[in-house]
């Protein structure tokens, strides 16, 4: 789904990541962990295609990256849907529509989704904020948001950038248990993280790897959780 080949990364001629290479399969589901600053989501831009690495090769769905042009990337980058740290919404717009803006993005009706929208809503548990702005969210609710709006496109990869990095231990396993129900669903799953309860708190539920980067490159961390 994901391929990475000997991928390096390089700003302003200082490399920070170094010969990665990765098989992300269909249905997998891998924790991404490292020092703050080792390079999580750096990475993680390079396998949504908003970075293109110095070195290497990336392939998405088969597709080799560098052959495709603006559209194609656009066209790939609908299959993988991203959590991202900051969330990212625009606070004039309620929720409900904040979620919608990839199907506006995609050129789809956001009318005809309604019924699908409900369900989407109801399964974050945002059925009653879903006019709220925003601003007016708790952080749970918004890294919630966050996800409802990476899945409307039903991507077959979920990317999250430390999707429980501002919640309490409680809403941590709430998205934990989101992510895993969509992993169960064949969805590859990538979350970056730092905190090894999270990782811990898998065990139980999912088969999951566990990638490290330290050192400018990538590691497994053992096998199955």
Not at 25 to 50: D, N, V, W
Not at 123 to 150: F, N
């Amino acid at each position: 789904m994901i391929e990475l080949e000997n991928v390096s990364h390089s700003y302003g001629g200082s490399e920070l990541l170094c010969d990665m290479s990765l098989n992300l399969a269909p249905a997998s589901f891998h924790f991404l962990t490292g020092p703050s600053g080792a390079g999580k989501t750096t990475f993680l831009k390079i396998c949504y295609a908003e970075l293109h690495p110095s070195h290497g090769a990336v392939r998405l769905f088969g597709a080799d990256l560098a052959g495709l042009d603006r559209d194609g990337v656009a066209r790939m980058r609908r299959r993988i849907g991203v959590v991202h740290q900051d969330c990212g919404f625009l606070d004039h717009l309620p929720l409900r529509e904040n979620i919608t803006l990839p199907l506006l993005a995609a050129g789809r009706d956001v009318a005809a989704e309604d019924r699908n929208m409900a369900e989407l809503l109801n399964w974050v548990g945002l059925t009653q904020r879903a006019d709220a702005l925003p601003p007016q969210l708790s952080g749970g609710e918004r890294q919630r948001a966050a996800l409802a709006r990476a899945v409307i496109l039903s991507p077959d990869v979920i990317l999250a950038d430390e999707p429980t990095g501002n919640v309490d231990w409680e809403m941590s396993l709430r998205i934990l248990q989101l992510l895993v129900e969509l992993n169960r669903m064949g969805k590859a799953i990538v979350i970056a993280t730092h905190d090894m309860n999270l990782i811990r708190a898998a065990k139980t539920q999912v088969a999951a790897r566990v990638l490290r980067i330290q050192d400018r490159r990538l590691y497994l961390a053992g096998a199955d959780l």
